[in-house]
């Protein structure tokens, strides 16, 4: 694997992304507003991206983390193959989808939105072959079955089976892509 240099904006998402993890979710969204203020709306997009797919994972209200999930798919739309592989050999662009419209077909969910929950689990499914195989990959595969399931039953309630309680991370996208 290539090494990559050190990123400063990234590794303080990683460590504000952890204190979430570990129950401090005010210290991590207190972090993580700072560092949007400073990378500003037209910053990296990959900063960009990981930050607002990191933040909506703070929320448990729904319409708080569209929001957040909303930007991350912007900034997603922005970002380029080289520059995710600036800061990770190996990643893909593509491979950020399946978890980004998972999380947005799973608010518009909570939010009672199905038509809107279902477009983008659509998303979430055509998007899913650029899924690397493991853990990760099957955790979003198994969230688009879940988040269906859930569609179907037209069920607004927060799936316990989310992790953070309510997102899938990004954290986590690596080298492979699952065949097609």
């Not at 990378?39 to 997009?45: A, E, N, S």
């Not at 990770?88 to 491979?95: E, K, N, S, T």
């Amino acid at each position: 694997m290539t090494e990559t240099p050190a990123d400063p904006i990234m590794e303080a998402i990683g460590r504000a992304v952890m204190a979430g993890q570990t129950g401090d979710k005010a210290a991590a969204r207190a972090t993580l507003l700072d560092l949007w203020a400073e990378i500003g709306v037209v910053g990296d997009p990959l900063h960009r991206c990981t930050l607002a797919h990191s933040m909506a994972d703070l929320f448990e209200d729904a319409a708080q983390a569209l929001a957040w999930d909303i930007r991350a798919l912007d900034a997603a739309d922005a970002a380029t193959d080289e520059r995710v592989q600036a800061h990770h050999a190996g990643l893909q662009i593509a491979g950020f989808y399946p978890s980004l419209h998972l999380n947005l077909a799973d608010d518009y969910r909570r939010l009672g939105s199905f038509a809107a929950a279902e477009a983008h689990l659509d998303e979430a499914d055509k998007s899913a072959s650029h899924l690397p195989e493991g853990p990760y990959g099957d955790l979003i595969l198994s969230g688009i079955k879940g988040v269906a399931a859930a569609i179907a039953a037209r069920d607004t309630a927060p799936r316990p089976s989310a992790p953070g309680g309510r997102g899938l991370p990004l954290v986590g996208i690596h080298l492979s892509r699952r065949p097609k």
